[in-house]
């Protein structure tokens, strides 16, 4: 019923920044949380922000000051600036949404921060 696009990722040097963006499609009415995950091999995928409809959100520790999540609402839409990039950033992050209990996953897209 949900369909998440994902773009913004890519290769960069520590220290430098990306933007990635997903977008939201299909049955779209009720989305409450939009988020990002990553997960490296070897370890479990893990929250690195989220935020709710109403603007609340919340940062894993790791990325606190470093990151930024937002949305637009109308656009069903959700972004994670990441700043100050580090090679431990270094992951696959999906894109999560939540509708009425159920949850949806974008397909991942390749962060690769170099040192």
């Known amino acids: 019923q949900v369909q998440l696009v994902e773009s913004g990722g890519g290769l960069v040097q520590a220290g430098g920044s990306l933007r990635l963006s997903c977008v939201a499609s299909?049955?779209?009415?009720?989305?409450?949380?939009m988020g990002w995950y990553r997960q490296a091999p070897g370890k479990q995928r893990e929250l690195v922000a989220a935020?709710?409809?109403?603007?609340?959100?919340d940062y894993a520790d790791f990325v606190k000051g470093r990151f930024t999540i937002s949305r637009d609402n109308a656009k069903k839409t959700v972004h994670l600036q990441m700043n100050s990039l580090k090679p431990e950033d270094t992951a696959v992050y999906y894109c999560?949404?939540?509708?009425?209990?159920?949850?949806?996953w974008g397909q991942g897209t390749q962060v690769t921060v170099s040192s």
């Open positions: 935020i709710t409809s109403g603007g609340s959100t």
């Open positions: 299909g049955t779209t009415l009720g989305i409450n949380a």
């Open positions: 999560n949404v939540g509708r009425y209990g159920r949850t949806w």
